[in-house]
């Protein structure tokens, strides 16, 4: 029969397959969530109140500093502890708040990025045609801050999809932790922990391939730009 038993690993595929999607859900959710927070934790930093931009950067840095495995246990089962402000939380909706926070304080970044490469006469010309702060950032600012970036921010997508196993520690029932609950039933851990570490293969691969794409697309697309704007300078 060998190491690898193809019939028990034909048997538990359907499953590890279905629980690939309880993956894909809390990825898709964080990932929302980390897009959301991590562009307020960019406007909050650009903030001109200093005490609100220093407090915004701290809470940054503690948090890109910090372990992820360590703030889930934080959220998961101490911060119900807390008085007043503690909250209980199910497994599923603390790994997806923890996991989103965490990666938006790296988006912010790429976000901040984008936005500090912005040319300075697009603020001018907002100011120029009387648009509100708002109009200007998401009509003017935002729009060419935004798609530069994308290629960096869908490598913290797959990244993200990547730390998703770290739930099975507060016991999501994702693709990791039904691989070692199947096993354990049997005493056989090679099918299944060979099944999830394809599966996982098969979705984040192609996926880096798309962002290499992206990042190629977008950096042919400037490149071409910066050559226009040049040849117009030398013809000037």
């Known amino acids: 029969m060998g190491i690898f038993n193809w019939t028990y690993a034909a048997e538990v595929f359907p499953i590890l397959f279905r629980a690939m999607?309880?993956?894909l859900g809390i990825t898709i959710a964080a990932y929302l969530v980390a897009l959301v927070f991590g562009l307020v934790l960019t406007f909050l930093r650009r903030s001109t109140y200093r005490p609100v931009a220093l407090v915004?950067?701290?809470?940054?840095?503690?948090?890109r500093s910090t372990p992820p495995l360590v703030q889930l246990f934080f959220v998961y089962y101490a911060w119900p502890m807390i008085p007043v402000i503690g909250v209980?939380?199910?497994a599923i909706t603390a790994g997806i708040l923890t996991l989103g926070i965490h990666y938006s304080t790296y988006l912010s970044e790429i976000y901040r990025s984008?936005?500090?490469a912005v040319p300075?006469?697009?603020?001018?010309?907002s100011r120029a045609l009387n648009f509100s702060g708002i109009q200007t950032w998401f009509?003017?600012?935002?729009?060419?801050?935004?798609?530069?970036?994308?290629?960096?921010m869908g490598n913290y997508l797959i990244v993200l999809f990547k730390?998703?196993?770290?739930?099975?520690a507060i016991s999501v029932n994702e693709m990791l932790m039904q691989a070692r609950t199947l096993g354990s039933q049997v005493f056989s851990f090679v099918e299944v922990y060979t099944i999830v570490g394809l599966l996982f293969l098969v979705l984040s691969y192609p996926a880096s391939l798309f962002v290499g794409y992206l990042e190629r697309r977008m950096n042919n697309r400037y490149?071409?730009?910066a050559k226009k704007i040049e040849k117009k300078k030398v013809a000037a």
């Open 139 to 152: 009509k003017i600012i935002l729009p060419q801050a935004v798609p530069p970036v994308i290629p960096m």
């Open 163 to 168: 730390e998703t196993p770290l739930l099975m």
């Open 114 to 116: 984008g936005i500090n």
């Open 56 to 63: 915004t950067y701290g809470f940054i840095e503690f948090v």
């Open 21 to 23: 999607f309880v993956t």
């Open 88 to 90: 209980n939380l199910n």
């Open 223 to 225: 490149s071409r730009k």
């Open 120 to 125: 300075k006469g697009q603020w001018e010309a």
